[in-house]
């Protein structure tokens, strides 16, 4: 996983929470160190124990954890790739172009890189169909991140999302109307 996504939870939980929350969580995570580079790229499951640890810690559950850290990421997504944005793109056209535009590039920033596989077909002139495929299994990550754009483009009163799937699969179908 880049490392930015660590220090993008990092940040989302000392926001959330506070810092020593933070120190607890890597430490119980069994993790030797909090100090991520944006530069590099670890193991999944250094996310997977820390998604895990919070979870224990807040009695929520790993998928609502992750559904609530993909709203948060989206603001920091759009400013990383704004350059990559159209600016008349909502939140289904940022749906059909996510694959062939940001996660190309993050592929070819570093081969380390292995966003999911984002397959979207738009099947009505309002509702897309998205496919996640991830080994990871974080497809509630993915319903967040929809629900967060639908936020950054003001559309979250219009956007209705309907996992097809369980979120925690290897392939995931959501779909995305606006109403």
């Known amino acids: 996983m880049h490392g930015t996504i660590f220090l993008l939870l990092k940040r989302y939980v000392q926001l959330q929470y506070d810092h020593s929350t933070w120190m607890q969580l ?3 995570a069994g993790l030797s160190t909090d100090n991520f580079s944006h530069r590099e790229v670890y193991p999944d499951a250094h996310l997977f124990a820390l998604v895990g640890q919070a979870a224990a810690m807040t009695g ?3 998928e609502k954890l992750q559904e609530k850290f993909g709203e948060y990421l989206v603001p920091d997504l759009m400013y990383m790739y704004h350059k990559l944005v159209d600016p008349d793109w909502r939140t289904l056209e ?4 996510t694959e062939a535009v940001m996660h190309t590039r993050v592929r070819q920033e570093h081969t380390g890189n292995k966003p999911p596989v984002l397959d979207v077909v738009r099947v009505a002139p309002n509702e897309v169909l998205l496919t996640y495929v991830s080994p990871r299994r974080m497809g509630a990550l993915a319903v967040g991140i929809v629900r967060g754009l639908a936020t950054y483009f003001d559309e979250e009163d219009r956007i209705v999302l309907e996992p097809l799937t369980s979120e925690n699969g290897e392939r995931v179908q959501i779909r995305v109307r606006r109403l």
Do not use: A, I, K, W
């Open 26 to 28: 890597v430490t119980n």
């Open 60 to 62: 929520l559950s790993p």
């Open 94 to 97: 940022m749906l059909e172009h």
